[in-house]
């Protein structure tokens, strides 16, 4: 490339930087033309307790759903796939700053990824 990449390296197609290979098709956006996150990347697969983002296809954690923080962003491309407000006001009777575990009990987000088990589930 124009750049001189090493091997292991991906160069972004406008030449403005090189990025390590493994970022190609990481889903997260490195190069500023979007190079490196073609549209024929394979399409993620989200793991259990994971939600796949409608936009990004970035993998966010079940319990971010519908806690009025976008999680589906990445750079320069707007998701709220995470926040659609026709999945959450009908899933959820929580209040706003809680989210409802599997059973629909509600859980306040400060609780989420503390080390505890709030959920039963």
Do not use: K, Q
């Given at each position: 490339g124009i750049l001189g990449c090493?091997?292991?390296e991906f160069a972004c197609a406008d030449g403005s930087k090189c990025i390590p290979g493994r970022w190609f098709c990481d889903t997260s956006v490195d190069c500023?033309?979007?190079?490196?996150?073609p549209s024929s990347c394979p399409?993620?697969?989200?793991q259990e307790g994971q939600f796949s983002c409608k936009l990004s296809g970035k993998c966010?954690?079940?319990?971010w759903l519908c806690d009025g923080e976008p999680d589906c962003n990445v750079s320069n491309l707007k998701?709220?796939?995470d926040e659609d407000p026709s999945m959450?006001?009908?899933n959820s009777t929580c209040p706003a700053g809680t989210s409802p575990c599997k059973d629909?009990?509600?859980l306040a987000i400060s609780r989420h990824c503390n080390n505890v088990l709030d959920c039963s589930d």
């Open positions: 090493d091997p292991e500023l033309d979007g190079s490196d996150e399409e993620p697969t989200c966010v954690m079940e319990g998701d709220n796939s959450c006001s009908v629909f009990s509600c």
